[in-house]
Structure formats: C-alpha cells, structure tokens
C-alpha cells in the first residue's frame, strides 16, 4: 500500500513539475515574439572612421558571408573553419585585440579596427580585405561592437603618443640591444631574435593555445608584422602589449625614447630584410659595439666623443 501510494505521489509530482517546467519554457519562447523586440535585436553601433560613420545593420550581410566562416555567427570565434585555424579567429564577445594604438587592456579605437581589418594579419589566416569599400568597413567595425557589451560600458582608450623618430646610429642600434637584455626580451624571442628564447615553448595565449614568439629572422624584404610594417608600427606594439598574448606591454618600463632605440636594433634582427638600420650596422663593421652609459659616472676616459659635455 505504502509503495503504490509513495508511486502515485511521485507520479502526481514528476507531472506537476514537467508542467510547471513546460510552462517556463513555453513563456521563455514566446517571450520575443510578444514583446517589443525582436529575437536578440542587433545593437545599434556605429563606428567613426574620419568623415564615414559605420552602422553595423548595415554590415549583416557582409559579416555572414565573409567573416562568420572563421569568427562565428555569434562572433565567438567558432565559425565553421575555426577548428582547422591557428591561430584561432579572434572572439569579438571578449573584445580583447592584438592590434592597438591604445594601452594595453583598453579598448582599440574604431580606426585600429578598421586599419586591422584592410591590413590582414600576416602569419595566421585572417585575410587583406581591401577590396572593400572605406563605407563596408567601417560598417563592419560597428558589427564587430555589437558582440561585446564592454562597448556599451567603456570607451576606446586614449592612442598612445609616439614622438618623431631619432636618426638611426650605431650608438641608438647599440643601446637598444643593450634594453632588448635588460628586458628580457630575448627570453621569449631568443638572442637572435629568432622565436627561440628559453621561455618560448612554454608560452600559451589567453585562451590556452600553445603561441610562438615572433621570429625576427624570418623572412625578407616583405617581412611584416602582426600589427603593420613601419618602424612606428614596431614601436607601437611593444609600447602597447599584444593583448591576450605573453607579449607585455612596454610602457611603463620604456622611456619614449629609449623605445627608438630598442626599434633601430629590432629591425638589425631582420637580418634578411634591407633596412637603414642594417646600413648602418655594415658601415659600421657589421657588429653592434657593447652600449656605453652616458649617463652614469665613469672612470674611464675611453668613452672617446661622448664624454665632450664635462
Ligand atoms: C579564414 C579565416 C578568417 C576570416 C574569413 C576572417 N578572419 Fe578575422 N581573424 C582570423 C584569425 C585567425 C584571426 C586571429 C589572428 C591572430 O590572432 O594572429 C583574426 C583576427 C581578426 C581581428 C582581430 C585583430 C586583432 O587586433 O586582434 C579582427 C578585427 C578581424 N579578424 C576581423 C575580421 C573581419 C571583419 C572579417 C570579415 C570581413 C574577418 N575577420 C574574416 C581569421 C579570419
Ligand atoms: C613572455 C614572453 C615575451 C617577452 C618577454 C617579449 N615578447 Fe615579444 N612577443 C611574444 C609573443 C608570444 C609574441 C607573438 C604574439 C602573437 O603572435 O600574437 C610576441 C610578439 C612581438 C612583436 C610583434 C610580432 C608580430 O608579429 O606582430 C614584437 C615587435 C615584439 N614581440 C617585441 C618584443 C620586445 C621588444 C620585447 C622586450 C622589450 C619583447 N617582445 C618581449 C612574447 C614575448
């Protein structure tokens, strides 16, 4: 009697909660159509690229057939052809990005996405798109922003200032190799500068994937780098970090001058690309003399010129 009825009664309440959960659910699905919006509305972002002003509506269609094959309908990352990629297709919903002129963990400004976006980004698989109009573009940088609430909240930050260029001398290439030590560069990017540092195989992103750092010494003349090819483009991304990457951000260790410094010896690290910094460095004899502190007290008369302003 006892297990017929404690049967019966879970019978009843299996039914009573299978109805109460149908009832959340069936109110869970109506609730879109009834309401004032549509099933997940696209946020209305816009974009501001000089004098064109992007609307994501408008960048729907381009964002399905060009982009969602790698990021993702959802801009998560995990479109389609995802699984055979790395590194990964970008996931926008986390809105962290490699390529800056922002500080590290800001925001970028809506013409570094853009930039990104006609530039490709060269050794992975995100493609040039510059057949583009300047208008599908920007309408895609306001698509990009729809996946993030952190768009809503926050603001772009402030682009970092880059002050002009010193001329390229043995002493700046000198000084700079001096920092790339100091700084542990080489670690990670290896003395040479050929991705093979000590720590570099231990290296992971943000999101667990095994990243290599960059190799200096590959490639020629069209070497480039994730983030642009000039010299200021170098500049700007270890003063800005590669966010989501071990890559850190320089800027509060390096003075803006100094940064100059460490970019003329980079570039002596491209050994196969011409460079003014490589002139330099053969008009030189083709190694790099050992950096000497001007600034600190020295007991040396050697230091030969640099000691003139005593
Ligand atoms: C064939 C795959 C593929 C397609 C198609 C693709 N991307 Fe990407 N995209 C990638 C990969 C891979 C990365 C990450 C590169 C990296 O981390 O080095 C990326 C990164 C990005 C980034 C982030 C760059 C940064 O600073 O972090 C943006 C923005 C971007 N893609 C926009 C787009 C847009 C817009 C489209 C469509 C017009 C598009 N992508 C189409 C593969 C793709
Ligand atoms: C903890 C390891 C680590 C240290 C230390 C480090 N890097 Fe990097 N660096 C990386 C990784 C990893 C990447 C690749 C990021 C990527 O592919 O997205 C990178 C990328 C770069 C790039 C851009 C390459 C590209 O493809 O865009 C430059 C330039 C660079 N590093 C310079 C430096 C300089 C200069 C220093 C020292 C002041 C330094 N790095 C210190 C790990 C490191």
């Known amino acids: 009697m006892n297990t017929l009825k404690a049967a019966q009664f879970r019978v009843v309440f299996v039914h009573v909660v299978l109805a109460a959960l149908c009832t959340v659910r069936v109110v869970a699905q109506d609730a879109p159509d009834v309401g004032p919006h549509p099933h997940q509305p696209l946020k209305p972002m816009e974009s501001h690229i000089g004098h064109v002003t992007g609307h994501a509506k408008d960048a729907k269609t381009d964002y399905r057939r060009y982009c969602a094959g790698c ?51 060269t050794n992975s698989n995100m493609p040039i798109w510059n057949t583009f109009t300047d208008h599908q573009r920007a309408n895609l940088v306001a698509y990009i922003k729809t996946f993030s609430p952190r768009w809503e909240k926050e603001k772009a930050g402030d682009p970092i200032n880059i002050p002009a260029e010193p001329p390229v001398t043995i002493e700046s290439i000198s000084h700079g190799k001096a920092l790339f030590t100091k700084l542990e560069c080489w670690k990670c990017h290896g003395p040479e500068g050929k991705g093979d540092g000590p720590s570099a195989a231990t290296l992971t992103d943000s999101k667990d994937q095994p990243i290599r750092p960059y190799n200096f010494a590959s490639g020629g003349d069209d070497a480039r780098f994730k983030c642009g090819s000039t010299n200021q483009d170098v500049y700007r991304i270890f003063m800005t970090g590669v966010d989501g990457t071990p890559m850190p951000s320089f800027a509060d260790t390096i003075q803006p001058n100094d940064a100059w410094d460490l970019v003329h010896f980079l570039r002596t690290l491209q050994v196969h690309r011409h460079s003014k910094e490589n002139d330099v460095l053969k008009a030189a004899g083709g190694t790099i003399p050992p950096y000497v502190d001007k600034a600190a007290p020295s007991i040396q008369p050697a230091s030969g010129a640099a000691g003139g302003g005593n």
């Open 71 to 121: 990021h993702g309908d959802q801009g998560d990352g995990n479109g389609e052809n995802a699984v055979w990629l790395d590194p990964k297709p970008r996931d926008f919903t986390i809105a962290t990005f490699k390529c800056r002129s922002t500080p590290t963990g800001t925001l970028p400004t809506d013409q570094d996405l853009f930039n990104t976006i006609g530039r490709g980004v």
